[in-house]
Structures are given as structure tokens and as C-alpha cells.
């Protein structure tokens, strides 16, 4: 019998031990002695075959399922569906944090030309996709409306599936904005960081302005029901708001899926403190958050998640997690998802675009009067893969994790640094040591949310799977 | 003063061809630790707060590693050439 590399990790109730397909059990050092020295036993061996970890010879069904899930873990290549659009730089708000390098609202020259339009649109009418998901950006997207719905209405026409969210500040939402958001394909995304002092600190500076924002947020909710809001919190670890006071401004708009997000490093935050020393901070932070909504679950008989906790959860639990473009393997650079600039520049992502307004990289990977750059496209996607990493080879989360270039070249100008020296390694090693924190945790909060979270009726033990 | 923690770890022959690997591998990991070859042993001297324990355990983890990788490199290959086989 054969059996599948397995890598190990130390984790808080003994080893972790997981194969090349994500495949995972908990054991401890004398299982580790004994596979590292050839001398398992009967029972290890059958523990192993029946867990999937071991076949008898090349091409049986352990030797095929092992070689199909181990497939299944990599992200495939889609068709181009998923595109941000940045019509307008130019906001009516000036958040501390603001990683888009904003541009005043009065200001020329940020925004789409009319051949700016016209070249989105045939750049739009180019590709291959039958489904198409746009998100609106800025600065504040609704000062363009005009340059949004000519959008939306050539995506109704072009494709077969639309769907459309509009990120916006809700400062000034016009008669026309919620006539906007009125239809059923259009959904709604803002920041909410906290309760109100958190907010007036950290974005509208003046509380009559938070007391606006929360007025249009309570009117979004009223008419686009809350299924069709989503709200995201930046968190300034160094004064973040207190875990129910977060939690229960969330619930006050119906809002139970909270994704939190530590100050951004890019852009206007780039000029504050934002050492690695933080990360500890952050990845403290987020565990006690975490902790605290399981106890709160229990104990309010309601369920609030953290959105990336719940991902990363699920990217351990079964393969196919690949949507998010912050974790994934291989990270495909403009594959299933692109960003549009003010000026029709397109980007792998919005960090990238941000890299290249603070004048640190060139990211650039196409245009939309000229396409794509696939010689660009191809040289960044030589770092996009952790499978044969000679850092990741060796870590036992490497079939759950993914990589970040942007994030790396943003925050160390490179791509070969040590893997765990980088913030995306040391930031995704807390999220999956809580991962498994939590699964390998015996008590009935914990599993209650777990199992709300993974989406299924209940937690059995069989998904804890302990060898001794 | 620097307090210094000198330990010698002996490596089990049928681990042994892969000492050399597996110091490599601490060096770069544990940047801080100086780290030798005498004979069979791996021997560390740390300025660092890491235990005994700690470092004996990260070392043999290293050597473990670097075993489990080279013996199992081929079975990588077959698999990968039968993932993308047409």
C-alpha cells in the first residue's frame, strides 16, 4: 500500500496531518514517529486507506478519487465575469482609509470620457461569458449615474444573466439613485465600521453626515429588503469598535454576515502606521471576534458569521471555495475577474490599481480600448501557484490557502520572499489554526455555529476525524 | 548577556541522508539559530527564547519534512502526469 504525502502542523489538541487533496485528520508525535520512520502500523495503514489517504496501486479507485480531488482543489480558469468598474474617481467623503486615492468631487479629468464609455462597453460586448457580474466603484459611483445605467442597460441587453452591485457611501442618495437600486438585478454594498462615533471617526468626520448614512441605510432596507444589502466594516486595530457594539449595528439593519477588514495599507492609509507588527494585533482581534459571535449564537439563538472565517472554513471542508480573488490556487491574474479604471485601464485587482496610483508598481494588464495583455497576464501568473512552493510544500494548509503577488509586491516589492515572513502566510496560518481550533473543539456553541456557518443542519462528529 | 542554548540532536540512521537538507531548511526558517552538522548529530546554538524542547522538536520536524518530501517526490510526478495526461 502507498500512502499520499502528508504534511503536519501543530495544533492546540495535537498534529494536523493533511494530504496534497486536502484531506485532513488530527493525531499526534507517535503517529508522526512511526509514518516518518516507515514503521507504520496495520491500523494506521487501514485508518489511511479507508480516510482516502493511501491506494494499492496506481489507477484503483483510492489512486483516482485521490488524483480528482487533489484536481478539484485547484481554481480553474473561467471566462471573464466578474468585472469592477471605477467610473469616476472623484467622492463626497474623505475616509482616513481610503485606499482608492480618491479625487475631490469638483475635480476634471476622473472620470469616464464619453469614448471611455464606448470602449467599456465594446470591451463588455467582447467577451465570452453568457453571466456577467459588475460591480459599481469609485470614489463614489453615483455622482456618475448617468455613465452606470448605460451600462446596466447594455448588460440587460448583451447577456443572458446580469447582475450589478453598486458601492456606494449612501451620504447623498437621490431620487434617481433609488430608482437605481430599485431593481431586483441591482444590489447594494456600503461600510458600516461600527456604531455611530466609529463611523463619524473613521469615514464622515461630522455626525450629522453618520446620521444621514444611517438614515439611507435604514431607507435601503425598507426598500431593497436587507437580502440585497451587504456592508462591510474597515477596522483600525489600534481603536477598533468593541465586538457587540459592531455586531449589533449590523443586526439593526438585518445584516448577520460581517466581514471584517483590518485598515488597508494602500492608498491614504498607506500614510499611517501599518507595521507587521499590527498583524498580531489584527489576527488577535479577529480570534476574539470569531469567539465571541459562537457564544453569542448560543446564547441570542441567532446567527451572525465572520464572512472570511466562514471561507476559510469551507475551503477546508470541501474543494470548489474559489470565488473570492484573495484566496484562491492558482490565483489567476484577470481570468474570471478584472477591475476598470477611471481611465480605462484594467487591473487584477483593485489593490493593483492602487499599487499604480500610489506610483509603486505598474500593474497594469491591459486597456479596454486594446484588451488585455496576456504576455503581462502570463509572467505575473508564474507566482500565482503555492502547490510546489518550496515554502507551502511543507505546510499542511497549503491545499486550503492560495496567494496574494499584489499583496506581496505592495507590501515587500517582491514575490520570493520566505513564504512565512509574508503577512499573507502569517495572516492565513491564525485564520486556519483557528479553522481547526474550532473543529477539533467539544462543545455545543462551537458546533452550532460551525454548522451554520458550513451551511449544513448539524456538526457530527465524523468531521473531526482523530487518529490514535 | 546574551544567553546562549547550545543542543545536540542525534538523528536516527534511516534519517540521516537527510540531515544536511534539513539543516538547510532550519537556517531558513530560524534565521536566528546557528546550526551544524557534527557527525550524526544537528547540533543548534540559539540566542533566541526557544526551549530545549522547541528546538529539538522543530529540527526533527525539519528532518521528518525533508524525508517525507524526497521519498514521496516521485508519487507527486506520477500524479501530476496523470492529472494532465490527454
Redesign the interface.
Known sequence: MKVWPLRFHPIESGLLFADDAGGWFRSDEAFLSRYASDRLTDEDLRFLKERGHAFEREGDLGHTAFAWRWTARLASARPLSYLMLVPTLRCNQSCDYCQVSRAAENATGYDWTDETLAQVLAFLDRLETDEIKIEFQGGEPTLRLDLLKAVRDFCRGRFTSAQFVLCTNLQDVSAAVWDFLASDDTFLSTSIDGPAATQTRQRTKSSDATRRFFENLETAVQRLGADRISALPTIDVRDPPAFEDLVSTYEKFGIGSIYLRPTNHQGFARKQSQADSGLTAWNRYHAGFVDYIIERNARAGRSVEEFYFSLCLRRVLRAGIDQHVNIRNPNLFAADYAVIDFDGTIYPADEARMLARIGWVDLAVGHVQTGIDQEKVDLLNGSSLNSFDPDCIHCAYQPFCGTDVVDDLSRYGRVDLPRHTTWFCRRHMAVFDKVFELIFRDDDATRASLARWSGIEAWPTAMAPVHT | MTHLLDVAIDI?E??RGYIDAAITRVG??QVRWVISRVENRIVVRSTADASESDIRREVL?A???E???SE?MD??R??LE??TRR
Request: aromatic share 16%; charged share 15%; proline share 5%.
Open positions: 536516527p534511516a534519517m531558513y526558517v520536524y528532518v521528518y519534512r524525508k517525507i518530501l514521496t508519487m507527486r506520477a500524479l496523470t492529472v
